[in-house]
């Protein structure tokens, strides 16, 4: 009985080819799309996951109440950790840690090299799993002038990974700079972990760099707590919540912790509750996966049901023989299963060849491994797609009565007519919404990327001051600016950098209870004209005035946040000290334009210098740069000369929503490609069984354009439905995206007008191929034996 089913199996694929083809192309099509969108999301889901006590691994967190809301920071005072672990016994190890917004320099065996590096605790590697290859877990950090560094980093200043403990190194940012021993070596991190270093410094060694800037009004380090198996975490969290108050009385802060294993994904916070982050897009793209799924499957049911016209006979005479309904149930799913799963086999040959660009598209180190779990997914997931895609097909064609088959009345089951209509319906209509949401993407990514910021950010290169540099500051600056092509140079922190932000502020006619957040930026003379930033009152830093070190200049949104009138001239306290606003700047976007402008002050600090930046002469970049390099390793022997441009790496801060858009847009054509295939594979089959009909009206007189109209109107009519559902659902979505950005484009009709046409127009293409040919047939073939 198996062989003949599979018999019969075999001769239905060889008798309806193009429908077999269509259906497996359209299958593998969706199959490999849904297996590479599992690949980005497992790893996505894996982030930070690899902790072995992940579980118990958490981050505090500092809610900031002001009168415009609460903002949450990750960032609370460097006296946290130590404090938390000697007041609760929830806590089994307390971590601080803090990020420098700036590579540092490390010198090994004359080598000098930019990496990444971090002051932690003493216990970091008691509570974060990265594999020390030398050195003992508990002991590496407990030197303050010890340094641990990653075998990445060994081998490019020793060449090696062996006989390194115990070996002298030197790190440098700012004018900080010290030697240190190598106190351990630990293995690279892998790619799950959100966060990658070069090497660890002792926390000791920073709260000396702050020296009394380390208080607790002072929020620059990032705190993590190893808490005791069996804590409640919400009664631990009430305890927590008002513990800056017993430190600070007049406190604001509120504290909180949130599992590590959050950070990567759930990262966004609106007025101190959690409001998503990348979950968004790992949501999203599992629900694109099963469209284009779902639009596979409506595919291989639409062409199915409408073979069944040359099929029927088969069922009537099988039933007419004594087949039973399961029986031909059984056969016909079974028709899919195999189909399903001869797509899958390609579908894994696509993901094979695809697994690298993708890779490289989403910016993660994906693989293809055939691991127990990969295969059991993969296989799951063929099974419910040959199940979903047969089961209409199944049980309609064995639902056919032997007696009404064989006389030749199928329309007696027209119902299935209206099924497939609304199975097309439903698959364009996705195909527009993901048309239209492309589209919306794209113009808020080019909005971005077009928007004026408030400053210049064309032609500006920047890098880091290190060694010599840093040390002989004016007299590389006064070269820099002899440099042919270089137009003005300056230096202090980068604007796309953030350098942390202060309440340590008051000014007369401040509110005590009213604590304002405001960012700081570092600059030299002559930074806020090189990027040409616009002075709306007063003036800038400048040497004409004397010495400026007693001056501060501040934003739009600063002066307005403060309330004050006429603010040339008057005198505001910063971290104790009196400082005269000399100037006011007009708002700028120093931050992504999913921030609102926030209040902002300058202060000058001619050293140290964070960056160099320059501007430079368009269309002189390349010999502009050889210059700058030259001068640079006059000054600096030995290192290498790392440098941005502004414009570069502001589009990289929209480096997740640029992958969004290139994401989307691939699978939306995907996902058109397939409806398409369904679509074009619907016209062949309608053109198929109204050939007696274009026959009896071409011996009538009819032209061929009005068999074209008769084959493409009822088409026009589904696709015309499927984008006024489509519509509605789109600008829903598009509005509910776009809420992620405070300065966004607006929705307009156009967008969702065009979206809706180009569907209609790829419905008509489709569609008018087999119309075309359908209108040239001969009346004669058309009539006979028919």
């Not at 599979?6 to 269509?22: D, H, P, Q, W």
């Not at 108050?245 to 802060?253: A, E």
């Not at 501060?552 to 008057?570: D, R």
């Not at 600008?731 to 405070?742: K, P």
């Amino acid at each position: 009985m198996l062989q003949h089913s599979l018999l019969l199996i075999y001769r239905n694929f060889i008798r309806f080819k193009s429908t077999f083809v269509i259906n497996l192309i359209g299958l593998s099509t969706g199959l490999a799309c849904a297996l590479l969108i599992f690949l980005w999301v497992k790893q996505e889901l894996a982030m930070d996951s690899f902790h072995e006590q992940a579980k118990q691994l958490y981050q505090v967190m500092t809610n900031h109440h002001n009168a415009s809301g609460t903002v949450t920071w990750e960032v609370g005072p460097g006296l946290l950790g130590e404090a938390l672990q000697a007041d609760m016994p929830e806590i089994k190890y307390a971590v601080s840690s803090s990020d420098i917004p700036e590579k540092f320099t490390v010198s090994g065996s004359e080598k000098h090299i930019s990496a990444a590096g971090q002051f932690v605790s003493k216990d970091y590697f008691n509570i974060f799993s990265y594999q020390l290859l030398h050195g003992a877990k508990g002991q590496v950090l407990s030197n303050r002038n010890g340094i641990v560094i990653s075998e990445e980093l060994a081998l490019k200043l020793f060449n090696t990974t062996q006989d390194v403990v115990g070996k002298t190194m030197q790190w440098q940012i700012l004018h900080f700079k010290k030697p240190v021993i190598v106190t351990g070596i630990f293995q690279t991190m892998p790619s799950t972990a959100s966060e990658r270093y070069d090497f660890f410094l002792s926390f000791e060694e920073f709260k000396s760099m702050l020296g009394s800037a380390m208080h607790w009004d002072n929020h620059q380090a990032k705190t993590y707590l190893l808490l005791e198996s069996g804590v409640d975490v919400e009664q631990f969290n009430r305890k927590l919540s008002g513990f800056l108050k017993t430190k600070t009385p007049d406190s604001n802060v509120a504290l909180f912790v949130r599992p590590y294993a959050d950070k990567y994904l759930y990262n966004k916070y609106e007025n101190g509750v959690q409001a998503g982050g990348r979950i968004e897009y790992v949501q999203l793209f599992s629900l694109i996966a099963i469209f284009i799924l779902i639009i596979a499957c409506i595919n291989f049911m639409n062409l199915s049901t409408a073979k069944a016209s040359r099929r029927v006979k088969e069922v009537g005479i099988k039933k007419a023989m004594g087949a039973s309904r399961r029986s031909l149930i059984l056969q016909y799913l079974g028709e899919s299963m195999l189909v399903a799963f001869a797509s899958l086999i390609v579908a894994l040959m696509l993901v094979e060849l695809l697994v690298g660009p993708f890779s490289r598209l989403t910016g993660m180190q994906l693989s293809l491994s055939y691991h127990p779990l990969f295969i059991l997914g993969a296989l799951s997931l063929t099974l419910f797609t040959g199940l979903l895609a047969g089961s209409y097909p199944a049980l309609y064609l064995s639902g056919f009565s032997p007696a009404t088959v064989l006389r030749g009345k199928l329309d007696a089951f027209a119902g299935e007519l209206w099924a497939r209509k609304g199975l097309v319906v439903f698959q364009f209509a996705l195909s527009v919404v993901l048309i239209i949401s492309v589209m919306v993407v794209f113009r808020q990514i080019a909005y971005v990327q077009t928007k004026n910021l408030g400053y210049s950010k064309e032609n500006i290169i920047y890098f880091t001051a290190e060694g010599n540099v840093q040390e002989k500051l004016e007299a590389f600056l006064d070269e820099l600016e002899k440099t042919p092509g270089v137009k003005s140079a300056s230096s202090g922190g980068s604007i796309l950098s953030d350098y942390g932000s202060t309440v340590g502020l008051t000014w007369p006619g401040a509110n005590p209870d009213q604590a304002i957040a405001f960012q700081t930026l570092p600059v030299n003379y002559g930074m806020i004209e090189t990027l040409s930033i616009k002075i709306k009152a007063g003036r800038s830093f400048s040497r004409e005035f004397g010495a400026d070190s007693a001056s501060i200049v501040f934003n739009e949104s600063a002066i307005q946040a403060m309330g004050l009138q006429e603010p040339i001239g008057k005198v505001v306290n910063v971290w104790g000290e009196n400082k005269m606003i000399i100037g006011v700047v007009k708002d700028f976007h120093f931050q992504t334009l999913h921030e609102k402008v926030k209040p902002l002050f300058f202060r000058l600090e001619p050293k140290p210098a964070l960056k160099v930046m320059a501007k430079i002469d368009a269309g002189r970049e390349k010999e502009t740069v050889e210059n700058i390099q030259a001068l640079y390793n006059r000054f600096n022997p030995g290192f290498v000369l790392d440098y941005k441009f502004l414009d570069e790496a502001y589009q990289a801060l929209y480096t997740s929503e640029q992958r969004v858009a290139d994401l989307a847009k691939y699978f939306a054509c995907l996902a058109i490609l397939i409806s398409c295939l369904g679509l074009f594979g619907l016209a062949a089959f309608t053109a198929e069984r109204r050939k007696k009909e274009i026959g009896v009206r071409k011996v009538l007189g009819a032209s061929e354009w009005s068999i074209v109209y008769l084959i493409t109107s009822d088409f026009t009519k589904l696709v015309l439905v499927s984008v006024a559902l489509a519509l509605p659902i789109s600008y829903f979505l598009a509005a509910n995206w776009l809420e992620n950005f405070a300065y966004r484009v607006e929705l307009e009709p156009w967008y969702f007008m065009s979206g809706g046409f180009a569907a209609l127009l790829i419905a008509w293409l489709t569609v008018s191929t087999q119309a075309f040919k359908a209108s040239k047939l001969n009346p004669t073939d058309c009539l006979q034996n028919v």
